[in-house]
C-alpha cells in the first residue's frame, strides 16, 4: 500500500468537511476550499479522521491513493493554518512595497511591477522592503503566485542580484578574469 495514502488525516479543531460523491468541501477558521478527486478513490471521514482507500492495486489507482491525499492534507492544513511563501529582494535599489492591499515591486525596470491580491492571497513587506510574504489557504495557487513574483527577476549568479525564495541557494560564478 501506499505510504503517503494509508496514513490518516486528523482533523483539527474548528474544521469541518463535507463529502458529496467524489467532491471534497473543508471548511476552516481561515475560510473554505472544494476540490473534485477522481471517481475511482474512496474517502471516508469517521470520528474526525479523514481516510483515503484505492479499489485495486493497479499502478493508476496507487498513484492516484497517495496523490488524494496529500491534497486532501493540504486542504485541512491551509484552511487551519494557512500556508506562507517568503521571498527576498536583493539588489541596489530594488526593493517591494504595500500601495493599499497591492504589492509594487521596483526591481531595475524602468516602471514598478503591480500584483494585485486575489483569490483569497495576501501580501506583507517586511524588512524595510527587502523581504515579501505570501500568504494563503490554497497551497497550490501560494506557490504559484510566488513563483510568478520571482520570474519578475530571477537571481542572476555573478552578484547574485533578483528575487530568491528564503531559503534558495543561488550558486555563484566566478566574473571574468582580466588580461594578465
Avoid at 8 to 21: A, E, T
Avoid at 25 to 46: C, N, Q, Y
Avoid at 74 to 89: A, H, P, Q
Wanted: no cysteine; aromatic share 6%.
Amino acid at each position: 500500500m501506499s505510504r503517503v495514502g494509508k496514513a490518516p488525516i486528523q482533523l483539527p479543531k474548528g474544521v469541518n468537511i463535507d463529502i458529496s460523491g467524489s467532491t471534497v468541501a473543508v471548511k476552516g477558521p481561515k475560510g473554505e476550499l472544494s476540490r473534485t478527486f477522481h471517481p475511482d478513490m474512496g474517502i471516508a471521514l469517521d470520528e474526525g479522521v479523514l481516510s483515503v482507500s484505492r479499489p485495486t492495486d493497479s499502478r493508476q489507482h496507487r498513484s492516484l491513493h497517495g496523490l488524494t491525499r496529500a491534497l486532501l492534507n493540504n486542504m485541512v492544513t491551509g484552511v487551519s493554518d494557512g500556508y506562507r511563501k517568503v521571498l527576498l529582494i536583493e539588489g541596489v535599489g530594488y526593493r517591494a512595497e504595500m500601495n493599499g492591499d497591492q504589492l509594487v515591486l521596483y526591481v531595475g525596470y524602468s516602471h514598478p511591477v503591480y500584483f494585485n491580491p486575489d483569490n483569497g492571497i495576501s501580501y506583507a513587506v517586511e524588512d524595510r522592503g527587502r523581504k515579501v510574504i505570501v500568504s494563503g489557504i490554497d497551497k497550490e495557487y501560494v506557490g504559484e503566485i510566488a513563483a510568478r513574483i520571482r520570474k519578475q527577476r530571477p537571481p542572476e549568479p555573478y552578484k547574485g542580484k533578483g528575487i530568491r525564495y528564503e531559503k534558495e541557494i543561488v550558486r555563484r560564478k566566478a566574473g571574468k578574469t582580466g588580461k594578465v
